[in-house]
């Protein structure tokens, strides 16, 4: 099956002042099939799922997120993070297809 | 005639939320709710119950009234309990707020499923047990004596030395008490109020034409709506022309949703001419082909698949129709019907920035809480929902609650003003969630004596389920669209039943009685048929088959009414069937007469009921009465059919129901509770009637009736 | 007194009914007594945890008190933690005790987000309740349950 993972939306602030919490707010557009849904003729509709969620700030991971079938469509998720240095948050997602999505944000980091 | 609320004729309030500053616009409805806090609010003894210093006795109510009389009995069976003066009883709806707010303290909200009664009555009484408890430890309190010399009766509490008092002048006391957690239940032969019928609650202003409905509700400054919702299912608005209509009379705005459009206006009459002149287009996606005769192409195929998911098996089937002496085969068919509430949907809302009202006749407050919170994006906790008696529910009004998401909408384009969205009759028509379309095979065999040896019924037909509650379809298998199949009485040693779901782009919903409104129309015409190439009397066929079930004792009942023993009088003939559902066993006799081959005279209906208790014997037999007029209705007059992706019929013209005209001179109802359990009322009757009727239909004209409505087959209804 | 559902109940005061309090060897506290956790929740508690005690405290879980269809709910798991170096939550995990599968999601966290608050949408298929378990940095296990109620599933 073809992994039908879509476009992906993240929000972090553009700035920052150091040690300030952030909120991250993040959506990634799939199906995110759960695999208990039937067909107009009672079959089962496959499995097909947003794995993993992770953010990584500066090469280093700060949110994994394991999903399983009861998240909803369009997986979404906010958290926060200490805002430490100027730089890249990089966010992936993968399906179970193969699938992955990409994300890139910059924050800049004032004392 | 409706019935507006104005300002002085009414209680009107106007209370002023301090902390927020916002103004609180309040009436008294009619069976309003009450919040349980507010300055000179008496407190309540327990949740259920407020009992005013003048002993009225407030009981809340947590379902909703429909015309089914559940206001009333749930009222009785707490009574019974309370002691209280059934005089001073004032029933009033559980405030939907308050509920959530209290952790859903009054329970299920829900009204479906016949099961008011049945599945409130152990807590109910409860409610009022453990209320006439208190009470009556307030009192002895008061007096200094035990609770268990003291005795409550029509609302007065004595003690043997002379001591009396009201429950109005304890109630206060009472309402400090820790709320007894298992209060002692009356035994059921000193129930004086149960298996009574006192005059219900909802008759009276419904017959002088003063219930106020959803659609009756005004409030200053409101303004009216009418929707257009994308006529084939499943479809997207795609443009709308706003400035066609901006200059006609009384035109405020415009509203668009995902698939509905509508116009607001100062009256409801011109907010719907401005709609059907307002230019829309619509992206009906895939299903615009789709019509009745490719919905019956695609049923086809489930009659026709090679194999199909089992509901139930029993013995071999397949075996027993290969070694039968005779064997009878036949199709039926049942079309889409519509629930056509007398009251189309209307939902009445007010959106602030930070609560919203809505005025609705809902059967299932909860849901409607839900959905306008969810659309709104304001917590539950600022919901307010004004439950209304609702102008026939049926099961149109619980689940399905796109007029409430629809008002809401509206309502937040202009905060601060009361929206009231009507759906015009024809909106009401066509977007109805409808009883699924079927088709059924079923063959039988019997052995060289006539005996019932195998059964295979292979049923094709659109779930409702699976758009609610998805979990409960297994394996391919709907277990409410097989019942009166999978849970058949019938001692048939073989039996086969397989379910080949078929779904379809028109949306489903619970039409009274689901599939207890075709499964018997198929399953006791075809019995009929079966005993009739045995060569026996249906009835007779039907009775060693049934041994040991409840469902003998209703049909030998409604059988000895008929005088079935006896021949009919010339020119009668009498069909008889027999249905268990939600809870209870009824069967039906229907007696009729044919003129010229197609015209029907219904003489009278028998129907009998064993649902174990009755609270209110005259509601019972009015469930009775009005399912049997649903039943006589459905198999005559109705149908929705579907042409170029949407539904045909538009109103009452050609959707006809039956009129006071075609309805018999006698239905009489056996209600014959055995007890030792509680059986649903509202939808069960109907099961049996069409069946009876149809069966009658042959034994007049020897013309056997494989599917509905009987009108597509030249018959009607003598006037 | 919120119609959101947050750990705890909200009973009215005076009549405070006793929650369902752990016992000494138990493995998990639920909201409702009485009613036993469904084998599969159980589970997979098992499999996730061992034998390790789930305590009740610490974790805020929000979610509405009544859903419409269940396929959208909104949820907040909160754990109050000063998410230090020393003192941080290690990872959040939220369970349906009615759904097909009991798990929903499992989160990673640690000090470098700031705040132990984890938001996102799932499905509940019924009326049901919803766990969340926070693992903290030392290991300890401490949780919050909530009850939802899905009107769409009460039906014909």
């Known amino acids: 099956m073809m992994s039908r993972m879509g476009k992906a939306r993240v929000r972090v602030p553009e700035r920052a002042t150091r040690g300030e919490i952030v909120e991250i707010r993040t959506m990634v557009d799939h199906p995110h099939e759960s695999g208990f849904r039937h067909d107009d003729m009672g079959r089962p509709i496959p499995r097909h799922i947003v794995e993993s969620f992770t953010c990584s700030y500066n090469g280093r991971e700060i949110f994994r997120a394991r999903l399983h079938p009861a998240v909803s469509t369009n997986p979404y998720?906010?958290?926060?993070?200490?805002?430490?240095?100027?730089?890249?948050?990089?966010?992936?997602?993968?399906?179970d297809q193969g699938g992955a999505a990409t994300q890139i944000a910059r924050i800049t980091v004032t004392d | 005639?409706?019935?507006?609320?104005?300002?002085?004729?009414?209680?009107?309030?106007?209370?002023?939320?301090?902390?927020?500053?916002?103004?609180?616009?309040?009436?008294?409805?009619?069976?309003?709710?009450?919040?349980?806090?507010?300055?000179?609010?008496?407190?309540?003894?327990?949740?259920?119950?407020?009992?005013?210093?003048?002993?009225?006795?407030?009981?809340?109510?947590?379902?909703?009234?429909?015309?089914?009389?559940?206001?009333?009995?749930?009222?009785?069976?707490?009574?019974?309990?309370?002691?209280?003066?059934?005089?001073?009883?004032?029933?009033?709806?559980?405030?939907?707020?308050?509920?959530?707010r209290r952790n859903r303290i009054f329970k299920d909200m829900s009204t479906g499923g016949s099961r008011g009664i049945r599945d409130s009555q152990e807590y109910v009484r409860q409610a009022g047990a453990a209320a006439r408890e208190m009470l009556v430890a307030a009192a002895a309190q008061e007096w200094g004596v035990q609770a268990s010399e003291c005795t409550a009766a029509k609302g007065v509490i004595s003690h043997a030395s002379g001591k009396r008092t009201t429950f109005g002048k304890v109630a206060g006391a009472a309402s400090g008490l820790e709320i007894p957690k298992e209060p002692k239940l009356k035994d059921k032969k000193d129930w004086k109020l149960i298996g009574t019928s006192p005059a219900r609650f909802d008759i009276p202003e419904k017959t002088t034409g003063k219930q106020i409905y959803a659609a009756d509700v005004r409030l200053p400054?409101?303004?009216?709506?009418?929707?257009?919702?994308?006529?084939?299912?499943?479809?997207?608005?795609?443009?709308?022309?706003?400035?066609?209509i901006k200059g006609m009379r009384g035109v405020k705005s415009v509203v668009a949703g995902e698939d509905w459009v509508a116009v607001v206006a100062d009256n409801w009459w011109r907010a719907n001419k401005a709609l059907k002149a307002l230019?829309?287009?619509?992206?009906?996606?895939?299903?615009?082909?789709v019509s009745s005769e490719s919905i019956m192409c695609f049923l086809r195929t489930g009659i026709e698949a090679k194999e199909a998911p089992v509901a139930r098996k029993d013995g071999d089937a397949a075996g027993a129709l290969a070694g039968a002496a005779k064997i009878i085969e036949a199709e039926y068919h049942a079309p889409y019907l519509n629930h056509a509430t007398m009251e189309p949907?209307?939902?009445?809302?007010?959106?602030?920035?930070?609560?919203?009202d809505v005025w609705v006749g809902t059967q299932n407050g909860e849901a409607t809480i839900a959905a306008a919170s969810e659309t709104a994006g304001i917590p539950l906790e600022n919901v307010y929902v004004h439950k209304m008696h609702a102008g026939g529910g049926f099961g149109r009004r619980g689940p399905h609650q796109e007029y409430t998401k629809q008002a809401v909408k509206i309502a937040q384009t202009m905060r601060g003003t009361p929206v009231r969205l009507q759906w015009s009759r024809e909106e009401d028509m066509r977007q109805g969630r409808y009883r699924p379309v079927a088709l059924v095979k079923l063959r039988a065999g019997l052995d060289q004596n006539g005996n019932w040896t195998g059964w295979h019924v292979r049923q094709a037909d659109q779930s409702i389920i699976i758009a609610v509650r998805p979990a409960m379809i297994k394996d391919g298998v709907d277990p409410i669209n097989t019942r009166c199949f999978q849970d058949n009485p019938y001692a048939v040693p073989n039996f086969t039943n397989e379910y080949a779901m078929r779904n379809t782009h028109v949306p489903p919903g619970f039409w009274r009685a689901v599939a207890h409104t075709n499964n018997p129309f198929f399953r006791e015409c075809f019995i009929d048929e079966l005993s009739l190439a045995a060569g026996k009397d249906p009835y007779q066929f039907r009775r060693p088959l049934l041994q040991g079930k409840k469902d003998l004792g209703v049909l030998d009942a409604v059988a000895k009414a008929a005088g079935w023993e006896r021949p009919a009088p010339a020119g009668i003939h009498r069909g008889i069937a027999v249905v268990d559902s939600y809870g209870s066993f009824t069967a039906a006799v229907v007696e009729l007469s044919v003129e010229g081959g197609k015209v029907i005279d219904v003489k009278r209906v028998i129907v009998a009921i064993d649902c174990g208790h009755v609270v209110h014997p005259d509601a019972v037999k009015a469930q009775m009465e009005g399912g049997a007029i649903w039943g006589l209705s459905a198999v005559m007059h109705e149908e929705i059919t579907i042409e170029n992706g949407r539904v045909v019929q538009s109103n009452f013209s050609d959707y006809p129901v039956l009129r006071l005209a075609e309805t018999p001179p006698k239905i009489e109802t056996i209600i014959m509770p055995t007890g030792g359990f509680w059986g649903g009322v509202g939808e069960p009757p109907i099961g049996a009637v069409i069946p009876a009727l149809c069966n009658a239909l042959f034994a007049a004209t020897g013309k056997r009736v494989r599917s509905m409505p009987l009108k597509n087959h030249g018959f009607s209804y003598k006037t | 007194m919120a119609g959101k559902n947050e750990a705890g109940s909200s009973a009215r005061p005076g009549r405070r009914r006793a929650l369902q309090s752990l016992a000494a060897g138990a493995c998990l506290i639920v909201v409702r007594p009485a009613a036993a956790t469904p084998e599969r929740l159980a589970a997979a508690l098992r499999e996730t945890f061992g034998d390790r005690q789930i305590k009740r405290g610490k974790v805020k879980l929000e979610l509405p008190r009544l859903a419409e269809s269940g396929n959208v709910v909104p949820v907040t798991v909160t754990v109050d933690s000063a998410m230090t170096e020393r003192d941080n939550v290690k990872s959040v995990h939220l369970f349906a005790e009615r759904n097909n599968l009991p798990r929903i999601l499992e989160v990673q966290l640690g000090p470098y987000n700031g705040k132990a608050v984890v938001s996102s949408r799932v499905r509940l298929a019924i009326t049901q309740q919803v766990l969340a378990v926070a693992v903290l940095s030392d290991d300890t296990l401490w949780s919050a349950a909530a009850e939802?109620?899905?009107?769409?599933?009460?039906?014909?």
């Open chain 2, 345 to 356: 949907q209307t939902a009445t809302a007010l959106v602030t920035d930070d609560r919203v």
């Open chain 2, 279 to 289: 230019p829309v287009e619509w992206d009906v996606g895939e299903n615009g082909n």
């Open chain 2, 1 to 100: 005639m409706t019935q507006s609320i104005e300002m002085g004729r009414r209680d009107f309030l106007v209370k002023t939320a301090a902390a927020t500053g916002a103004l609180v616009i309040g009436f008294k409805l009619p069976h309003a709710a009450h919040a349980a806090e507010g300055a000179g609010q008496t407190p309540e003894v327990t949740h259920w119950i407020v009992i005013q210093p003048d002993d009225t006795v407030v009981i809340r109510i947590a379902r909703s009234e429909l015309g089914q009389g559940t206001f009333t009995g749930l009222a009785q069976l707490v009574a019974e309990e309370l002691e209280c003066d059934w005089s001073k009883v004032r029933p009033e709806y559980a405030d939907v707020n308050e509920h959530v």
């Open chain 2, 221 to 244: 400054g409101m303004v009216h709506a009418s929707v257009m919702q994308c006529p084939v299912f499943g479809g997207k608005l795609k443009s709308y022309d706003e400035s066609k």
């Open chain 1, 77 to 95: 998720f906010m958290f926060y993070a200490v805002a430490t240095e100027s730089g890249e948050l990089v966010f992936t997602w993968t399906d």
């Open chain 3, 148 to 156: 939802i109620e899905v009107t769409v599933s009460s039906c014909g």
